[in-house]
């Protein structure tokens, strides 16, 4: 319930526990959901299922191939509590079969139940149905006989009865006879064990199926002898559904997912997205990317960097320029009128040194513009990076000079008539410079 993906469940059980475990998932709302596989102790009892068949449905069981064993039915049938007594489970077998008590010493009258006759007759006055395994009941003390039978050869030839090499049988002999007895059993069928003393395994796969059929039973879908066949046409589950169901624990991860695995259970996982620059190395790894990369979109791998530009096309591009151009232009008039006329006195009194270095500033800022729209390349970058501040600051460190000179000038001006010191243009201009050169070493 957990993990609502996985659905199926592969029980291993007894009848009563079957039936609880149906119990439950049918008290839980889960009729449907689950997706049941039996053992051969489910098989294809009744019992296990009963009043609750909705859950069941669909349950894929098995049974090992079994045959009836004709003289067994005559045999079993004919059988009383007269000619039966050796068996000390006999009585308890008659009293659950016909419904009635016996009495016997030691054990007190039920008067709920009645009392049994001794006159009834098994499948006379009650259902009989051979039960499926007496074929391997009865090879099974076939080959103890066979085994028993070549030990007596090997160890006692030619003697009646048990040998001394044979009193008491050493188990351990008894069971390389066992694995080593190859003959037709009950059924028709040889009887033989492998290495590790396993019978051949020969199984009928049953469905139980409510839907879509007139008789809702157990339905044989295929079997197993030596190698499957299943008749998946024959297949429905629940609600007559005929489209194999899905039951996994954890889905396959997306693209650029790797798997997290979860502690203790080798087929379940998280799944966790490859974040920021990394990349899927393989299912259980994200990893990053190179510094010139970045990942694809699945993030199955990287690809180099693309490199983003502002076109000249542009408008964003058109209009700074234009404006720049603007700024050149009236900026390089001003220097020229400037140059025109640099030794007059209204040129020479506005810091005609200072004024120069202010209208490089402007100058470099303006151009700035083209070298931050121009393709991005190792020259243009280093470029950029001098330019971009050293523009602004020319302009400011001339403006802060050129202010705190006229500053000084007129607040010496109020205590003598002594110019200040540092107000030549040689002395503006080195105040301006290392002003400059702060910005030059950042």
Not at 186 to 203: Q, W
């Amino acid at each position: 319930m957990e993990t609502s993906n996985a659905r199926g469940v592969i029980i291993f059980a007894n009848e009563d526990d079957i039936k609880r475990v149906l119990q439950a998932a049918k008290k839980a709302n889960l009729t449907g959901h689950f997706l049941f596989v039996g053992s051969d102790s489910w098989g294809a009892k009744s019992s296990p299922i009963e009043d609750q068949e909705e859950v069941a449905e669909g349950a894929v069981t098995i049974l090992p191939k079994r045959a009836s064993i004709d003289g067994f039915d005559q045999y079993f049938t004919s059988r009383s509590l007269e000619n039966n007594r050796r068996n000390i489970w006999f009585a308890e077998f008659w009293e659950d079969d016909f419904k009635c008590k016996l009495t016997r010493p030691g054990i007190k009258y039920d008067p709920d139940r009645r009392k049994c006759t001794g006159d009834e007759r098994i499948s006379r006055d009650s259902q009989y149905e051979q039960e499926g395994k007496v074929q391997f009941v009865i090879d099974a003390v076939y080959a103890m006989a066979h085994a028993l039978h070549m030990m007596h050869m090997d160890l006692c030839p030619g003697s009646m009865g048990v040998c001394e090499k044979m009193d008491p049988v050493e188990g351990r002999m008894l069971l390389q006879y066992i694995h080593s007895v190859n003959f037709n059993g009950s059924a028709g069928t040889a009887v033989m064990f492998n290495e590790n003393g396993d019978a051949p395994g020969r199984y009928d796969i049953f469905q139980y199926q409510m839907s879509n059929i007139s008789n809702p039973g157990y339905r044989v879908i295929g079997q197993w002898t030596n190698h499957l066949r299943l008749n998946l046409e024959e297949m429905q589950w629940s609600g007559g559904d005929r489209k194999i169901p899905e039951s996994v624990c954890s889905f396959p991860c997306e693209p650029g997912e790797r798997k997290k695995m979860v502690k203790g259970v080798p087929c379940c996982w998280h799944c966790e997205l490859c974040d920021g620059y990394q990349f899927l190395l393989d299912e259980f790894t994200c990893d990053m990317c190179p510094f010139d990369k970045r990942p694809l979109k699945n993030r199955t791998g990287c690809r180099p960097t693309p490199i983003i530009k502002l076109e000249w096309s542009s408008p964003w591009a058109i209009i700074p320029v234009f404006l720049a151009i603007l700024g050149i232009l009236a900026t390089t008039g001003v220097i020229a009128t400037f140059v025109r006329f640099n030794d007059t006195p209204i040129v020479r009194a506005s810091g005609r040194e200072l004024s120069y270095v202010l209208l490089t500033g402007i100058f470099l800022i303006y151009v700035i513009t083209f070298l931050m729209i121009a393709e991005p390349s190792v020259g243009v970058c280093a470029i950029r990076r001098l330019l971009l501040g050293l523009g602004m600051c020319i302009s400011y460190a001339a403006m802060l000079t050129k202010t705190n000179r006229i500053y000084r000038i007129f607040e010496q001006g109020k205590k003598s008539v002594t110019p200040p010191k540092f107000i030549s243009p040689t002395s503006q201009l080195i105040i301006t410079f290392i002003l400059i050169s702060v910005q030059v070493n950042l």
